[in-house]
């Protein structure tokens, strides 16, 4: 099959991103909870990165089921597709629980690509190339990289009640 050595590497990004997710979890100070934006964070980036994995591997079975690469692609558009549209309805919904901390990134990062990226494979579930399925695929990492990136960059801070209190003398002993 033309290009399986990118979608099998994509796999194991995915499964990369996960267990460093996972990690990070672990790591966590064990005296502070997590905030509902913070687990809304790490669904986000769980869900893409095991969709990653899922829609890395679809193509190998679905090759030996019907031969046709056209046939392959279309079908693992359509349930890219699928996926980007259940996980866009999922995260509309997690967001009215509770904001993310940086709003704007959150639309513009994530809800305006995510329909762009729809319409793609949607647009590949006609055409049937590897391409635009592969372009999909790279689309899957843009989530988990960001939220990776803001974990790293908020894990030592506390909580953000507490990052917006100022701490006087008093507090720090």
Do not use: D
Request: hydrophobic letters at 50%; charged letters at 15%; glycine letters at 8%.
């Amino acid at each position: 099959m033309t290009g399986e050595s990118f979608i099998l590497g994509m796999s194991r990004i995915g499964l990369t991103f996960a267990g460093f997710a996972t990690l990070l979890s672990f790591l966590r100070h064990p005296n502070r909870g997590w905030t509902q934006a913070e687990v809304n964070a790490l669904k986000l980036l769980l869900e893409h990165t095991m969709a990653l994995v899922f829609l890395g591997i679809l193509p190998f079975p679905l090759v030996f089921t019907f031969g046709s690469e056209g046939t392959v692609f279309r079908i693992s558009s359509a349930t890219l597709a699928s996926f980007l549209v259940l996980e866009f309805i999922l995260q509309h919904r997690r967001l009215t629980k509770a904001t993310p901390r940086r709003l704007a990134y959150f639309r513009y990062g994530f809800q305006v690509p995510c329909c762009g990226f729809t319409i793609l494979a949607l647009v590949n579930v006609v055409l049937g190339k590897l391409s635009l399925y592969a372009w999909g695929l790279c689309w899957l990492l843009f989530p988990p990289t960001f939220q990776l990136m803001l974990f790293l960059f908020f894990f030592s801070e506390g909580p953000s009640s507490e990052r917006s209190k100022p701490t006087t003398p008093t507090e720090a002993e």
